[in-house]
Nanobody, 125 residues
């Protein structure tokens, strides 16, 4: 069935880079939306970046534009989140999620159905 699995989190210094990996099953077709989300204690979960596998379109949270890049490897059925110039405020648990859309691309957490377990990203010196 659909069950994303995240990996690649860890401790990194401010200004450093990290690449998160979301492994999806072969049941994920090119019609799905895939999203990266993050959450810190006491704060709402927010959409970081999302991609439409059908159209190739992407969305980014304003605070990560120019620093983060979402991409897909069609050969390995893997979605990546490349995070550059990391800041302490990027510290959070990052989740990968998938959803079969009725139409178009969206990046609101409440609209995604299938979620991974999360991976901790800590940005600190």
């Amino acid at each position: 069935q659909v069950h994303p699995v995240e990996s690649g989190g860890g401790l990194v210094q401010p200004g450093g880079s990290l690449r998160l990996t979301c492994t999806t099953s072969r049941s994920i077709t090119d019609f799905y939306n895939i999203g990266w989300f993050r959450q810190v204690p006491g704060k709402e979960r927010e959409g970081v970046s999302c991609i439409s596998l059908a159209e190739g379109t992407t969305e980014y949270l304003d605070s990560v534009k120019g620093r983060f890049t979402i991409s897909r490897d069609k050969v390995t059925d893997t979605v990546y989140l490349q995070m550059n110039n990391l800041k302490p405020e990027d510290t959070a648990v990052y989740y990968c999620a998938a959803d079969y859309p009725d139409f178009g691309l969206y990046c609101e957490p409440g609209r995604y159905e299938y979620w991974g377990q999360g991976t901790q990203v800590t940005v600190s010196s």
